[in-house]
């Protein structure tokens, strides 16, 4: 029997088997196969932090599948990724296969490799080790951390302030800096300064520009000109001066390349360059790992993509040198090869650098094997990763000053031009990143970059020079910038908080859970946001401050280094953070409004110009207006409730928000559609925003005909919604383009669920990054290219019929008219023969109920069947909306469970029914809880 081997991803395993040949069978574990159940007690302090471990029905799955191959296979290969995520995957699959005991006789080996190629794969199979304990002592330590906080620290949030969603050990650190950053530009005030910029000519007329640096002979500070009549006076002073050249100064620097990048690193230039956010460019990266279909071959064209290091392999430096030399010159190739280090506090250097697998696939070589996202990406790490073995730039600067025969006004000019190109040749990074802002609407913080192009006329000392035009000109202090994407994963990283493989799927929970949002790629804190870290920096602040976090990830290194154990460290933690909890227990709705009132008063508040009192409430007198929390969260409410009922939406006044937060009470017109007429208006629903075409009429029999709506998608900004997107969503669904192979139309829409792209009956929900109203059809296909179809047919049943394969809410099923059979665990989806699914159908088929027969029928069947029938129904085309309908009676039971004392329904049938309610609320549950965490 083949040996087997267990990688994460079947993209990997497809790539992997390739190399490994018929002696190897490669299956995948798709990720985690079991973890923390989300409810309370699954990790237990007083038990010494046991846990337990709960599989999902994929992950037993997919032990089931690897346990059948290893009936009589000699070793079992645990190639899981190369990281502590990596490494407790292995420990979770090799502990199933040990528990349903089917490793007796089996040798269990872990192996490695920083890349997928054939030389790195077979030579990890040659190199076996044991699993890494220390690497798992730290994932239980982090997962258990991640667990008590997230399910002890939320619902405390969820009593004391409604409204709130989750909090989180490494979340909330990253909220309280975004909401931090705001209160500082809340506070900012501009200050005001001038400069004084003239243009002079050599004597031979060449012009130059030179600016002002001494005055009345003291050399200028940035405030020294504070208004404008000291800029006029020292720009008449420079007018009347005679000046000439007092030196000239030449000087020579270099410019060294940047390391190759690590996963901050990554995501930074991603968010800057191609404006891509940090989970796009980690999943984008992901599939450059795992493989890509070059030519007939499956290759992995980049290095392991989760990574803290900044190092390369001896033959990949080489071999980029090699690639430099040929490219470039030798010129261009340096002395000796460039040993980088990191500067990242808690950086664990394990892995090498994210590099190109081969330096001889250049970006336009694969660049037709590749989507547009995947060749940007690319071309990005490659140019970085052999920019980093080049020569270092070489650029002359100059500086003359010019002065006036008393010496008490001075001028400075600058030039500089580069004098050899080096690695800047191929890689630029703070002209991308300014255009990048530029091209945004960003306005960039802090002063030009020295213009390398911008070079000084040739000078000599006591030159006489020309005076021409001479300029004041105004500037305003600029508060510091929001934090984009690139910018806080810098800080993250900087302060040691958090690790680089979770810095994407943090700053997307805070998006999901309507904490912060992204304007012009810039974090911007929502009230809800700014009330939870205004909360738990009242009653919590030890568990968001940085330097609290940072200490914690320390000593999860030092569990991984094998220098901690991880439940002495774990008892410390639960010791302090229990008291903290259990201080909250008496804290009353009062003591929290107070505290949040003392904290946020000045940004709700703000003080107004013309001095009246911004508490004053505006529909009563003597009424004082404070922060109110109510079931459904927090809001502004007068203090003369209930005599006085004024209420206003938590948004501060004038604050960007504020015009969204306005439509609770109103519309706002848009403009007209010209090919009706009507006008176009965005309102507020109960569901949310929405655009509308013209009014509710009425047609010829006197019945209300609605008007067409559209929603808003999440994430699309209300204040900048123009006309254009206005109709373009009115006319949503719309056909994105034909696919080339299937002929099919592939459409786009917004859905229950957010947007969507479409193909028959493979849907893809779009990423936050995507626009459906311009989404492209090489993005849809590549998004429908991952989906998994839903049904397949197996054959024609031996009494005549289809017999189908599909999967549905509780589970793959097969089908044979009205009757359906569930598939058991040990039956794969994927390999299900017509025989098998024949011989279920006869020994577990069950009949659906007719549709539309009746209550009494529908009542009678079970919630699993009623389920299953829904999900048959949802594969027949055209028939979304039953997908939709059904389940919902049959998951909620509210129609069942109602009626059913009232019917003749049996009595002992009610609490099967009422069972099911809790069930479905439990599972509707889960995913909330497992975030929190």
Request: glycine share 8%.
């Amino acid at each position: 029997m083949p040996d087997v081997v267990v990688v994460e991803s079947p993209a990997k395993a497809k790539t992997i088997n390739k190399y490994l040949g018929g002696d190897f069978t490669v299956l995948a574990s798709f990720g985690h196969v079991r973890d923390l159940p989300a409810k309370d007690g699954s990790v237990r302090p007083d038990e010494d932090f046991a846990m337990d471990w709960e599989a999902d029905e994929r992950g037993d799955r997919q032990i089931t599948a690897i346990a059948k191959s290893l009936k009589g296979a000699r070793r079992l290969f645990l190639a899981t990724d190369p990281d502590r995520e990596g490494e407790a995957i292995s420990w979770h699959v090799k502990d199933m296969l040990a528990r349903r005991g089917v490793l007796k006789g089996v040798e269990v080996h872990r192996i490695t490799f920083n890349e997928i190629t054939k030389r790195a794969v077979q030579y990890a199979v040659a190199h076996p080790r044991d699993l890494d304990v220390p690497l798992i002592d730290a994932y239980l330590a982090r997962r258990a951390l991640d667990y008590l906080v997230g399910f002890n620290l939320s619902p405390v949030l969820w009593r004391k302030l409604p409204g709130s969603r989750s909090a989180g050990r490494v979340q909330s650190v990253a909220l309280r800096l975004i909401c931090e950053r705001e209160a500082e530009i809340e506070a900012f005030r501009a200050r005001e300064y001038w400069t004084v910029e003239g243009r002079f000519a050599t004597p031979s007329g060449a012009p130059f520009s030179a600016r002002l640096t001494h005055h009345e002979g003291k050399k200028l500070d940035q405030f020294d000109l504070p208004n404008e009549a000291s800029a006029m006076a020292a720009k008449a002073a420079v007018e009347a001066g005679k000046f000439s050249v007092a030196s000239v100064e030449k000087r020579r620097t270099k410019r060294n390349p940047p390391p190759p990048f690590t996963t901050s690193t990554l995501q930074m230039e991603a968010s800057r360059k191609l404006g891509m956010g940090a989970q796009a460019a980690m999943r984008v990266a992901q599939q450059l790992y795992e493989g890509t279909d070059i030519g007939g071959e499956s290759v992995g064209l980049i290095t392991y993509m989760r990574t803290d290091g900044v190092q390369m392999a001896r033959e990949a430096m080489f071999a980029i040198r090699d690639h430099v030399k040929e490219a470039f010159g030798a010129d261009y190739v340096p002395g000796a090869p460039r040993e980088y280090s990191s500067k990242a506090k808690n950086a664990q250097e394990a892995h090498e650098a994210i590099r190109p697998t081969d330096v001889s696939r250049t970006p336009e070589q694969v660049a037709r094997f590749l989507d547009d996202r995947q060749r940007k990406l690319y071309e990005l790490i490659w140019k970085r990763a052999v920019a980093s073995q080049m020569q270092s730039a070489e650029i002359d600067q100059t500086a003359v000053e010019l002065v006036e025969p008393s010496g008490r006004t001075k001028l400075r000019a600058t030039g500089s031009v580069i004098a050899f190109d080096g690695f800047l040749r191929l890689y630029r990074e703070d002209e991308d990143d300014r255009a990048a802002d530029a091209r945004a609407g960003i306005a960039t913080a802090g002063p030009e970059p020295d213009d390398e192009s911008k070079t000084l006329p040739p000078m000599r000392e006591k030159d006489a020079v020309k005076t021409g035009a001479i300029a004041a000109n105004q500037h305003f202090t600029q508060p510091p910038p929001r934090f984009s994407e690139a910018t806080l994963v810098k800080r993250l990283e900087e302060l040691g908080i958090g690790r680089p493989s979770t810095y994407a799927s943090i700053l997307q929970v805070l998006q999901d859970r309507d904490y912060v949002k992204l304007e012009k790629r810039r974090f911007v804190p929502e009230d809800r946001g700014r009330l939870v870290t205004a909360f738990l920096m009242a009653f919590f602040e030890r568990y968001v401050d940085t330097g609290f976090t940072a200490g914690l990830e320390e000593k999860l290194d030092d569990i991984s280094g094998g220098r901690a154990d991880w439940r002495a460290v774990m008892r410390a933690f639960w010791e302090e953070f229990s008291k903290a909890i259990s201080a909250t227990s008496e804290l009353t709705i009062s003591d929290v409004i107070d505290a949040l009132d003392e904290d946020l008063g000045p940004h709700f508040f703000p003080a107004r110009s013309d001095g009246v009192d911004p508490r004053g409430c505006p529909a009563c007198s003597g009424g004082r207006l404070g922060l109110r929390l109510g079931r459904t969260g927090a809001f502004i409410g007068c203090s003369n409730y209930p005599e006085c009922r004024y209420t206003r939406p938590l948004v501060a006044p004038g604050s960007e928000a504020e015009g969204a937060a306005g439509f609770n009470e109103g519309q706002r017109e848009l403009g007209v559609d010209p090919a009706s007429g009507k006008n176009i208006s965005l309102r507020r629903g109960p569901y949310g925003l929405y655009v509308q075409l013209g009014e509710e009429t009425l047609d010829e029999k006197g019945k209300k005909v609605k008007p067409r709506r559209a929603s808003l998608a999440k994430g699309m900004d209300p204040d900048s919604l123009t006309l254009d997107r206005a109709l373009a969503l009115l006319s949503l669904p719309r056909i994105v383009g034909v696919h080339p192979e299937t002929a099919e139309e592939i459409v786009a829409a917004i859905g229950r669920f957010g947007p969507y792209v479409k193909m028959g009956q493979l849907f893809k929900s779009l990423d936050p990054d995507d626009d459906v109203l311009v989404i492209g059809l090489n993005r849809a296909m590549a998004l429908l290219a991952d989906v998994k179809p839903r049904g397949r047919a197996l054959g024609d049943h031996p009494s005549g019929g289809n017999v189908d394969v599909r999967r549905g809410r509780f589970g793959p099923f097969v089908m044979h008219g009205s009757r359906v059979a569930s598939m058991p665990k040990t039956m794969d989806f994927d390999t299900v023969t017509l025989d098998e699914a024949v011989k279920l159908l006869a020994e577990k088929g069950k009949e659906l109920p007719p549709l539309n027969k009746g209550k009494k029928g529908a009542k009678k069947a079970p919630a699993k069947k009623a389920a299953a029938k829904a999900d048959a129904d949802a594969e027949a085309p055209k028939k979304a909306p039953t997908k939709k309908a059904a389940p919902k009676t049959a998951a909620d039971g509210k129609a069942p469970v109602k009626k059913a004392p009232v019917k003749k329904a049996p009595a002992k049938k009610a609490p099967a029914k009422a069972a099911a309610k809790p069930k479905a609320a439990t599972a509707a549950k889960k995913p909330a809880a497992r975030k929190a965490s």
